[in-house]
Structures are given as C-alpha cells and as structure tokens.
C-alpha cells in the first residue's frame, strides 16, 4: 500500500509519497536550490517541468515565479496522480497544466520500468540510468509526450526543466528546435557512459552560449561518467 505526507509550501500544501522520500527531494529543490535558474527569468514566464514527479519542482517553480504558467509532465502514473491531485487541490488548474507521459522526441510509446518497492521511482527507459534501486520491477508501455511539439507551439520558453533519469542522453540530441527556443535550461544529468555524456555536452554548448555545472553543490569544469551533474544553460 503506497503511504503519503503532506507538506506545506508557502500558501500551499502538497500530498507526496513517505515522508523520507519526501525530505530528500524537498532538500534538494528547497534548501539546495538545485533547480533555482542562474540567471533572471521574467516575472510571468512558460515554465515546461520534464520530470515533474508529484509536483515539487513544479510549485517551487510556482513559489517563486507567482505569475508563471506552467506545463508539468510526468511518466509515473503513481506520481502523476498526487501531482495532478496538488494541482487541482491548490486551484491551480488555470496556471499549471499536467500531462501524463514520457518525454520523448517522437510521437508512439515507450516502455518504462515501475519499482515495486519505490512506487513513485519510474520512467527508466530500457538502459537508462538505474541509480541503484532494486531490481523488483515491472515495466508497462506509456504514450510519448513528444517535447518536439512544443517549438511548434511556443515561439519561446522562458525555462525548461529536465530530470528524467538519464534518458535525457537519448532526449536531447534530438529536440533541437525545442531547445533553441528555450531561453534557459536546468537539467540534472546522469552519469551513462563517457560517449553519451560527451554527446549530450556537446550538443548543449551548440545552442547555448552560456553553460554552468554543478556537481554535489560545487561548480565543476565539466560534467564526470561518476556523478550527478546539474547543467545550467542560456542561449
């Protein structure tokens, strides 16, 4: 049986998974600021949160930029659900849209792994990043939300947020138009293998004039094949 907390944030309160998972990542987002923008956005600015889990990046990025729209997309039915429940819960239904789906650069489906005993821990294309977790899985077919879409939509986005457990090797070579409207990027990276890091790095310093890592709350010359990296980029 899935347990949930709730958590306040600011004029809102939130319902996530156990409270250890919870504190975790509300370190990360709110004391670390892993996911606070390098540089100024505007004061209403189109916020597209890839990886949104049950909203705690999304009302972060809500907490600070009040007047932002925002498109929220996660791949975990079992984090979706809290997140779009928050979204509703809080009323703001108006100003954050949640998409069920995983990020990808074609339209169609794409197989995913849920953890049994991490039910909030998925959206592991088959040879993504596994970061440790147990092998007790299942795997069940999600539709794509097509991230190419979006620069036919939007002639630009103010921030775009990508944490999706290191199939953003496979994502990011092949969403270029998106990126280029991008005005800003923030996207944990994970450590595959020395030629999709390198492959993934390069095409980052193609579009964005301006590119800033992080790794364990330190600036670092350029991202390792062993950790965590945080990327922060301005076109």
Not at 45 to 66: M, N, Q, R
Not at 97 to 110: K, L, P, W
Not at 115 to 128: H, Q
Not at 153 to 158: E, F, G, L, V
């Amino acid at each position: 049986m899935n347990t949930t907390c709730n958590i306040n944030i600011g004029n809102y309160n939130l319902t996530c998974f156990d409270l250890e998972e919870t504190s975790a990542i509300y370190e990360e987002i709110y004391i670390e600021g892993i996911y606070l923008p390098k540089w100024k956005l505007t004061q209403n600015p189109l916020i597209i949160d890839i990886g949104a889990h049950t909203g705690l990046s999304t009302f972060y990025f809500k907490s600070i930029f009040p007047k932002s729209k925002i498109i929220a997309i996660e791949a975990n039915n079992n984090s979706f659900e809290l997140l779009k429940r928050n979204i509703q819960s809080n009323g703001l239904s108006s100003e954050i849209t949640c998409i069920y789906g995983f990020a990808n650069h074609s339209d169609g489906e794409s197989q995913i792994t849920n953890f049994s005993t991490r039910p909030s821990i998925s959206g592991y294309l088959n040879k993504s990043w596994q970061g440790g977790y147990t092998k007790e899985s299942e795997t069940k077919f999600v539709h794509n939300v097509n991230i190419n879409e979006f620069s036919k939509k939007y002639s630009s986005i103010d921030l775009l947020k990508i944490d999706i457990e290191g199939y953003e090797h496979e994502l990011i070579p092949n969403i270029k138009d998106t990126l280029k409207i991008s005005k800003q990027i923030v996207m944990e990276l994970h450590p595959i293998s020395s030629r999709d890091l390198k492959s993934t790095i390069l095409v980052l310093k193609s579009i964005f004039k301006e590119l800033i890592y992080t790794a364990n709350g330190q600036v670092v010359d350029t991202p390792s094949n062993t950790d965590l990296t945080m990327v922060y980029g301005r076109v």
